[in-house]
């Protein structure tokens, strides 16, 4: 029995790219698909197109977590999640445990014949959304050896979103997640990480559906397919490479020009989303304090009731690698915490 990926039972959350029903393309890490069923065995098929690393998808089945990692050459290939399974109805959860170092195109599942499948509960009223960049998606928590450690050499292995203290937030607050984040990302184009050594920024990416152009062509996002009440906005870590010019001087031509920048992104959010709160903060990875003086300063420019600055306890401090899944969860805590702490904003 096979599902195609537009069959009704099945249900979707991230920013996904529908423009072929039949064939959507996961782009962002925590995006996923839920299917129940019955049977003795799930498969699924997928085609993959990989920019850098080994390439991992996630899945939860009948609340045991797994991973299977994807063949590096492209074509759609089919993947055996489970055999043996007994006989009674079965949950799945399909995700995305990593960012646009790859995208994946989902063909649908194979079940056994005569299984049947079910409507899942509806999604979350409440929803979340985090422009952030690796550790918002959850790079390297899994290397649980290495907490408050640089990180590990490694191979995508240790990245997964389900870990992040964003979803893991979301989790907390029972909130639907898009987590828009990338590995590498800082606000502006030319500088971070991401697509080395053209490097694209926040600037170039926030607004897509997909916007890696070594894997798809680059398309617009309709903001109006999501409006979430809570936003996230977790930049100005990668935005110290290949210059700190904010640690050498707070009041340099490129700091004064980064906080005018910042301020026009969150503005243009506040006109995207006119009903969310907005927080503005970064994490406990290791970084300059002058980086959250700026936005504290950007922040009171804007002097809006619904735009927030927001610290953790170990705030720049915690630690010199990615957060690993005891920081995620602490981090988590204090973020969820601090959201109920708004009040009645889920409305």
């Known amino acids: 029995m096979y599902i195609y990926p537009d069959n009704a039972a099945l249900q979707y959350s991230g920013r996904i790219d529908f423009d072929c029903p039949a064939e959507p393309v996961f782009v962002y890490a925590a995006s996923y698909v839920k299917l129940i069923f019955t049977g003795t065995f799930v498969k699924v098929k997928i085609s993959n197109r990989r920019n850098y690393w080994t390439n991992y998808i996630g899945y939860i089945l009948d609340g045991v977590q797994g991973k299977f990692a994807l063949d590096m050459e492209q074509g759609a290939k089919v ?20 960012d646009s170092c790859h995208i994946f195109t989902l063909y649908g599942f194979e079940l056994e014949d005569g299984a049947e499948i079910f409507l899942p509960e509806p999604k979350p009223e409440r929803r979340m959304e985090v422009f952030g960049d690796s550790v918002s998606c959850g790079e390297v928590s899994e290397a649980l050896e290495y907490v408050g450690k640089p990180d590990p050499e490694h191979d995508g292995e240790y990245s997964n979103s389900w870990y992040s203290y964003a979803w893991i937030t979301a989790r907390k607050l029972g909130a639907e997640l898009h987590d828009t984040s990338q590995g590498g990302i800082a606000l502006l184009d030319h500088t971070g990480w991401f697509m080395e ?27 109006k397919k999501y409006q979430p009440q809570v936003v996230v906005v977790a930049i100005g870590q990668n935005d110290n ?78 630690t010199p690698g990615h957060i690993r899944i005891p920081e995620a969860e602490e981090m988590a805590e204090e973020l969820s915490a601090y959201i109920n702490s708004l009040g009645d904003i889920w409305r």
């Open 197 to 223: 050594p053209d490097y694209l920024g926040v600037e170039s990416c926030y607004d897509k559906l997909e916007y890696c152009p070594a894997l798809s062509k680059v398309k617009a996002w309709d903001f």
């Open 79 to 98: 993947y055996t999640i489970a055999e043996n399974l007994k006989s009674g109805r079965h949950e799945l959860l399909l995700f995305k445990r990593m």
């Open 241 to 318: 490479h290949p210059v700190d010019y904010m640690a050498e001087n707070y009041q340099s031509e490129k700091s004064v020009y980064w906080r005018k920048r910042y301020q026009e992104f969150i503005e243009k959010l506040m006109e995207l989303y006119p009903d969310s709160q907005i927080i503005l903060t970064t994490t406990i990875l290791m970084h300059d304090k002058n980086w959250d003086t700026s936005i504290e300063e950007v922040c009171r420019r804007i002097d809006s009731s619904r735009v927030h600055h927001f610290m953790y306890q170990k705030n720049g401090s915690g």
